[in-house]
C-alpha cells in the first residue's frame, strides 16, 4: 500500500513539474510586426471654430513585445513618417509639412515608444487597457497615455495566416507641448488634437 502511495505521489509530483516547466513557453512576449496594409493613422483638429479638419499619415511601421497570456507590454516602437501627412488637400498639406507645423524636411520622423501597458476590462468581448509611453515630435519627446482595445485575437482567416492582433487605440495631445503652437493663439487652428490609431498585427512565429 505505501508502495503505492509513493508511486501516486511521485506521478503528481511529475506531473505539476511538468505543467510548471511548460509555464513559460506560453507566458512569455512574442514579437509582433505591425502589417503597413492595415494601418490607419488618422488625426482630427479644430480649423477656427467653423469645423475640424480630418487628416491621415499614410506612411508607418511599427513592432512591439506582448505577451498575450499575461497581458503585459515588453516594448514598442511606431515610426510615422512626417511627410506622409495628408487631408485631401496640396496646399494645406504642404503648409502642415513646413516649419510651420511639422517640420518635416528638418524632423522626418515622429516616434512614439511604448513604456507600459495597463490592461482593464473587457467590453463586448474586448479587452481594453492604457498605454503609456513617449512620443517624440519636433524633436522634443514628452508622455503620452492611449486608450487602448483589443478588438480579436486570432488566425488570420487568408493571406499570410498567422496570429494576429487587431488593436483600436486613441488620445488627444496639445500640440503647443511640443513646440508647435501657429495659429493657436489667434484661434486659427485648434492645440487639441485627436489621434486615433487601427491595425492589425501579425506574430513573428
Known amino acids: 500500500m505505501e508502495s503505492r502511495r509513493c508511486i501516486s505521489r511521485t506521478l503528481a509530483a511529475t506531473a505539476l513539474a511538468g505543467v510548471l516547466g511548460a509555464a513559460p513557453a506560453w507566458a512569455e512576449p ?3 510586426t505591425i502589417d503597413p496594409d492595415h494601418f490607419a493613422i488618422g ?23 506582448y505577451d498575450e497570456a499575461a497581458r503585459t ?3 514598442g516602437r511606431v515610426v ?3 511627410d506622409s501627412v495628408f487631408s485631401n488637400h496640396e496646399a494645406r498639406d504642404r503648409h502642415v509639412r513646413d516649419s510651420d507645423f511639422l517640420d518635416a524636411k528638418k524632423h522626418p520622423e515622429i516616434v512614439f515608444e511604448a513604456t507600459a501597458f495597463e490592461p482593464g476590462g473587457e467590453r ?12 517624440t515630435l519636433l524633436g522634443q519627446t514628452h508622455p503620452v497615455v492611449l486608450d487602448v ?10 493571406g499570410h495566416r498567422k496570429h494576429t492582433l487587431g488593436i483600436s487605440a486613441r488620445t488627444t495631445i496639445e500640440r503647443s507641448r511640443w513646440g508647435m503652437d501657429y495659429g493657436i493663439s489667434r484661434g486659427m487652428v485648434g492645440d487639441a488634437v485627436e489621434l486615433r490609431f487601427e491595425l492589425e498585427a501579425m506574430r513573428d512565429d
Do not use: C, W
Open 30 to 32: 512574442r514579437s509582433y
Open 43 to 65: 488625426f482630427q483638429v479644430d480649423h477656427i471654430g467653423y469645423a475640424d479638419i480630418i487628416g491621415m499619415f499614410l506612411k508607418a511601421s511599427g513592432r512591439f513585445e
Open 73 to 75: 507590454l515588453k516594448s
Open 80 to 82: 510615422v513618417a512626417a
Open 124 to 135: 463586448d468581448g474586448r479587452l481594453e487597457g492604457r498605454l503609456a509611453g513617449r512620443l
Open 149 to 158: 482595445t483589443l478588438n480579436k485575437a486570432a488566425t488570420y482567416p487568408f
